[in-house]
């Protein structure tokens, strides 16, 4: 019983694969009369009829387009359609297929499990570039290169057989069988490459056998096939490092044809690059400290309580918070050792689960001495008992140095450095810069240099003249609302107007 059941299973696929290969080979012809379709030829039939000619190009699954001349009784077969332009005696036709090309593209690029636009416009940038980066010879016709590329296989013999199938992609590019030709010989090399530790070739490689494999899924339409070009399309990505692509990649190809060599090079990846804790950290500086682990893979935000993953040996009540690719733990202390288990199973937004238990022992130490004030501007009461607040962290005492900053109208101008009330008239460059970088009430204090020099200067067209000046900062001109014309920064990052 068991056995017919899979003989039923096996006929209904057998009906599945034979509906879809109807299907996609539903090609309809458009006349064109007096019509020529010039270039993309890439076979030519002499001594032939239209009918003919027109019946080669419907059964040629390579072939979008034909022109046949009457006089001549050639007939030109043509891997895409050009811009119709009148030929007296001259027949043309189109391809019409069902689904069209477009429609094909669009329900591919849907299949695959990554957001491709990027790789996927390289690799249309490929294929559109072939016909001028390998430009066959003229001698030499679509049938002898494939041959051509093909006896390079099997002579083991991979950069011919390269140059031969990129020759025979440049004049025709929709049979995805030759993509998928491609795609395998290039990987061949960059295989080679990657055991020789050739790791800027090896990825250059993976890079074009991506792309050959794209424009081959892009235009396939059998199970097997699609399978074969995904699987490969996975193998290259893994030349080129991108190992989540890669997996997810192979999965997709098992769920349309089971490999165990498929299957195999799953597994090694997931178990070298797959769902993963790459990383750890303490952050111990906040009043409550926290240890952060960071995975390779996005982490659901919803759904999921992970805290059915964490466990923190010792410690009872613990608060787990995701962040995108990030799980922070809190309600542990300063000082002390934990040892915390990440639970095989944990899972990751698309569905991959940590293979194993991760253990980690890990310190959170004590905060860094800290000594500030709570705010940033104070008014003391003109009598005794004024005081300032200061906050601490792991501090016992605090070394302060008080400045005095008189209110006279002219502070910094007249006297010495302190004048005879006790206040600073003058400032070092220094002071005023950690006055202005560390109180916001200074953050548009400007400072000019003391004592004046005499200095020539000229305005363009003009005559020199010596004028009295001063070295300003940076930010003189705009506190005072004075826009600057022209400036010049010194080493100290003052300014002269």
Known sequence: MRRLVQSACFFVMAAILTIGAAAAADRSVTLLKDQDLPGFDYQTDKNATLPQCQQACVDDKLCMAFTYNS??????????????????GATSGTINLTPSPADLEKQRTSDLPFPPDDL???????????PTTDAPPKDLTYPDLVKAGDEGVAQQNPAAAV?????????????????LKLTNVVLTQADDDFTKQNTIQMYDEGATASYAALNGFLRSTEVNQRAALLAVLAHALERREMWRESILTYRTSLALVDSADIQARLDDDVAQHGFRITDNQVDAEAADPRICVTFSDPLPLTG????????????????????????????????????LTFRAGLPSADNEALKKDVELNLYV????PFVGFANNAYVLPAGLGGGLPITSVNAQTADVIIYRIGDRDDCCVNGGFVNKDGDFDLFSYDLYRHFRDNTSEFEQLAAFQSGRSRMN???????ARAERSEYVSGNYFTTFGVGV???????RGRTFP
């Open 71 to 88: 006089k001549a009784k050639w007939c030109f077969l043509k891997s895409d359609v050009g811009k119709p332009n009148a030929f007296v």
């Open 120 to 130: 996927i416009a390289s690799a249309k940038d490929f294929a559109t570039n072939l």
């Open 163 to 179: 140059v031969s199938y990129r020759q025979a992609l440049a004049l025709n590019h929709n049979d995805p069988a030759l993509w």
């Open 304 to 339: 999921t309580d992970m805290s059915n993953y964490v466990v923190v040996e010792g410690v009872s009540k613990i608060s787990v918070d995701t962040e995108q690719t990030q799980i922070c733990v809190t309600g542990i202390e300063h000082g002390k050792r934990y040892h």
């Open 365 to 368: 130490p004590d905060r860094t």
């Open 457 to 463: 200067v000229r305005r363009a067209g003009g005559t």
């Open 485 to 491: 014309a022209r400036s010049n920064f010194n080493k």
